[in-house]
């Protein structure tokens, strides 16, 4: 089975421009997080996606927006970047309703804000 | 805030067993402990959850107190790939709720 895929792995972007970062997740996962982790620091929770529609959100602004599709890939959308917005953006995927084994986390997008 | 305190971080030497601490006084009767490592550049990777027997799998062993108020992580033999920060992060087994990431341990082996 394959795991959870995110594209890009590295990107640039000014300050001020918008981004959108894909996941997809594993097979039979329908349950999506995506997490911002800076530099230094543990994963920070952004929201979550349960049957195409948010179910659960972090302390983030909305200028951090989301989608899940029909086959459970998600989306991650950011608008007008901040410099602060630099980070490591990672997805997990899980079971539904349950955590057995735990999210199966993404290798990440690596976003510059310059 | 995450509900854990753990070590910023640790040495273990190459082959010996390592043994990660972490605090959870405050954990709730519905609270499972999970432990998860990130390696360099890398996404973090389930090792290993309980609520309060002691679990062992292929990775791990998770040792809980009887009180639950800490856990440790013990890798039995540590190799050089090993070498990670160690999350610990207590969460109810409800897909409503998410997991709250604190710093982690981390854990250098050395040859």
New interface residues.
């Given amino acids: 089975e394959t795991g959870v895929t995110q594209s890009p792995t590295h990107l640039i972007k000014t300050r001020g421009q918008q981004v959108t970062l894909r996941c997809s997740s594993q097979s039979g996962h329908n349950t999506v997080s995506w997490y911002q982790q800076a530099l230094g620091q543990g994963p920070q929770f952004i929201f979550q996606y349960y049957r195409e529609e948010e179910n659960g959100r972090g302390n983030f602004p909305p200028r951090f927006s989301g989608l899940q599709f029909p086959n459970y890939s998600s989306e991650l959308n950011v608008n007008a970047l901040e410099l602060d917005d630099s980070a490591l953006y990672l997805c997990a995927s899980s079971f539904p309703r349950g955590l057995a084994y735990g999210y199966t986390f993404g290798s990440g997008t690596r976003l510059t804000v310059v | 805030d ?1 509900k854990t305190t753990q070590p910023p971080s640790m040495d273990c030497a190459e082959g010996r067993a390592a043994n990660l601490p972490c605090n959870h006084s405050t954990i709730s009767g519905n609270e ?1 402990v ?1 432990w ?1 490592r990130q390696i360099h ?6 090792i290993i ?1 309980g609520l309060k027997n002691n679990e062992t799998n292929e990775m791990a062993s998770l040792i809980i107190t009887e009180d639950r108020k800490s856990s440790t992580l013990i890798l039995p033999h540590a190799t050089l790939r090993d070498t990670a920060v160690y ?1 610990c992060i207590v ?1 109810a ?1 409800d ?10 341990t981390r854990l250098s082996v050395l040859p």
Avoid: D, L, R, T
């Fill in positions: 995450a499972y999970y998860y550049s890398q996404g973090p990777q389930y959850h999350y969460k087994q897909y409503g709720q998410n997991f709250v990431f604190g710093p982690g």
